[in-house]
T-cell receptor, first 112, second 115 residues
Framework: DAKTTQPPSMDCAEGRAANLPCNHS???????VYWYRQIHSQGPQYIIHGLKNNETNEMASLIITEDRKSSTLILPHATLRDTAVYYCIVRGYNQAGTALIFGKGTTLSVSS | DAGVTQSPTHLIKTRGQQVTLRCSPK?????VSWYQQALGQGPQFIFQ???????QRGNFPDRFSGHQFPNYSSELNVNALLLGDSALYLC??????????????FGPGTRLTVT
């Protein structure tokens, strides 16, 4: 699996968009970008994943650069409940249920 | 539909003892993975069970063992507990789910403290 690099921490004002970057310069052609988040003392929660097109769901948007070497998770209107550690993970889509390799992630702090 | 459930929620054990943690996967999921999360770190993969067999294993000693039952539930056993085994133990299940294959769904975890 390709390695990812994320900033250790970010701050965001409530109601503003939170843009969380991730670098994955060694990503290969069949690897997807996954995002999970972990609210304090809870299990990680799946957010979104994508290959090369931008993706959007009810939780967030994922923007992947054309060269696929980096991506940005966007929470359009951050709330206090979005305060969590956000993990960017790269793995192959056909690795059905195989191990997720977590780094240290980005701690997002949303304040009022 | 209940998600992934784990028991117990908290546990305190003494060095040298043995512990068993339990996990019930999300309905319709057939694969269970276990992770260890030390304080301030990301989760670390222990092993994964599918069709009652260990399919994949991370870099953990043989003191860590597991089992999967015919109903897909799973147990994690840790023998000869060390202080360093104190952590949050997470169970994740996976399978086809509403057209989203293979994302892992995590339980709330079991907090193990070894004294």
């Amino acid at each position: 699996d390709a390695k990812t690099t994320q900033p250790p921490s970010m701050d965001c004002a409530e109601g503003r968009a939170a843009n969380l970057p991730c670098n994955h310069s060694t990503i290969s052609g069949n690897e997807y970008v996954y995002w999970y988040r972990q609210i304090h003392s809870q299990g990680p929660q799946y957010i979104i994943h994508g290959l090369k097109n931008n993706e959007t769901n009810e939780m967030a948007s994922l923007i992947i650069t054309e060269d696929r070497k980096s991506s940005t998770l966007i929470l359009p209107h951050a709330t206090l409940r979005d305060t969590a550690v956000y993990y960017c993970i790269v793995r192959g889509y056909n690795q059905a249920g195989t191990a997720l390799i977590f780094g240290k992630g980005t701690t997002l702090s949303v304040s009022s | 539909d209940a998600g992934v459930t784990q028991s117990p929620t908290h546990l305190i054990k003494t060095r040298g003892q043995q512990v068993t943690l339990r996990c019930s996967p999300k309905s319709g999921h057939d694969t269970v993975s276990w992770y260890q999360q030390a304080l301030g770190q990301g989760p670390q993969f222990i092993f994964q069970y599918y069709e009652e067999e260990e399919r994949q294993r991370g870099n953990f000693p043989d003191r860590f063992s597991g089992h999967q039952f015919p109903n897909y539930s799973s147990e994690l056993n840790v023998n000869a507990l060390l202080l360093g085994d104190s952590a949050l133990y997470l169970c994740a299940s996976s399978g086809m789910d509403r057209g989203r294959p293979y994302e892992q769904y995590f339980g709330p975890g079991t907090r193990l403290t070894v004294t």
